[in-house]
């Protein structure tokens, strides 16, 4: 036998000639490329709704953003109220308890005391024996 004869199975039952192995090859690529387009549709979608979800994000942080700065401000001038709040009640107390120690003073002087005695005299010896 020739076997350039053996070689040929064109002829064979459920073989299939050059031009259906072509045909279905086209076929393969084509049903990929579709599956393809499918894929890149759908991605593109799904990057437009992220592009939207980030700016509405974007938008949002720009919101908070300003309204942090706002509420910092607004601490800082309460924090700048409140010391200085602080401050004058201080120097208030000190004014009073300067006044209240001048007229206790001047009642000691009246009553015939002496101002600059202790007026608090110590209960108890603090000499060691």
Not at 18 to 26: A, D, S, V
Not at 29 to 43: G, H, K, P
Not at 60 to 79: M, V
Request: some cysteine; overall charge negative.
């Amino acid at each position: 036998m020739d076997p350039s004869v053996i070689e040929s199975t064109d002829d064979w039952l459920g073989c299939p000639t050059p031009l259906e192995t072509c045909r279905h090859q086209l076929a393969l690529c084509e049903n990929e490329v579709e599956e393809l387009n499918l894929q890149l549709r759908q991605a593109r979608e799904q990057i437009f709704k992220l592009v939207e979800m980030h700016t509405e994000v974007s938008k949002e942080c720009g919101t908070l953003r300003s309204q942090l700065a706002a509420a910092r401000a607004e601490t800082s001038e309460a924090n700048g109220r409140a010391s200085e709040i602080e401050t004058r009640s201080n120097w208030e107390l000190m004014a009073k308890g300067r006044h209240i120690s001048e007229l206790a003073t001047q009642i000691r002087t009246l009553n015939g005391d002496n101002p600059f005695k202790d007026p608090f005299p110590h209960q108890r010896d603090t000499e060691r024996t």
